[in-house]
């Protein structure tokens, strides 16, 4: 039991070594750099296939890229903070401070952050909406949906490059 402790508490002090590292952190660099990133959520190429199949004029288009915009400087912010409270669990295990009063709390803070993320997507979704035509908004819903169905599959094992296609290559004749 000892021995299962030990390995535990080995590697969840590398997963935290590795995370508070040399620019592992989540200190002002990483919100500066998080700028940066943001902004590039909003001119990507799927972002910019978005703006082609919503056919918008110029006025609109401005006002579209402003709310996904700031839609992504929030969540991407929001994101920031829940990683915070996940390094935090882990120095907790670390250090073998399981106080469960602490991480219920830490946990519950993290849930509410997720929460918020949610609550933004629709609130982002229902500003977009009063900007677009029934056909418009029709095609932006069909891109979600593609995204969003994206998304789940990246969790999937073996849904990766290169996995699952093409022979199998090795040694030997038979293969």
């Not at 918008?56 to 700031?70: D, G, H, P, Q, Y």
């Not at 670390?94 to 997720?114: E, P």
């Not at 069909?142 to 090795?170: L, V």
């Amino acid at each position: 039991m000892k021995m299962i402790l030990v390995m535990v508490l080995m590697v969840a002090s590398m997963v935290v070594a590795q995370g508070l590292g040399s620019g592992g952190g989540y200190g002002k660099s990483e919100r500066s750099y998080g700028e940066k990133k943001y902004n590039k959520m909003s001119k990507g190429p799927q972002f910019e296939r978005l703006i082609a199949k919503l056919e918008l004029n110029e006025a609109t288009e401005k006002s579209v890229k402003a709310i996904l915009s700031e839609f992504h400087k929030k969540r991407y912010l929001l994101k920031l903070d829940s990683e915070e409270y996940k390094i935090a669990l882990k120095k907790m295990i670390v250090k073998d401070q399981l106080n469960m009063d602490k991480i219920r709390v830490n946990c519950n803070k993290r849930g509410d952050l997720w929460a918020q993320m949610q609550i933004l997507k629709f609130e982002k979704d229902v500003e977009i909406k009063k900007l677009l035509t029934k056909e418009q908004w029709d095609r932006y819903l069909m891109h979600r949906i593609k995204t969003m169905s994206k998304d789940d599959k990246k969790g999937e094992k073996g849904k990766g490059k290169g996995k699952g296609k093409g022979k199998k290559r090795g040694h030997g004749k038979n293969r």
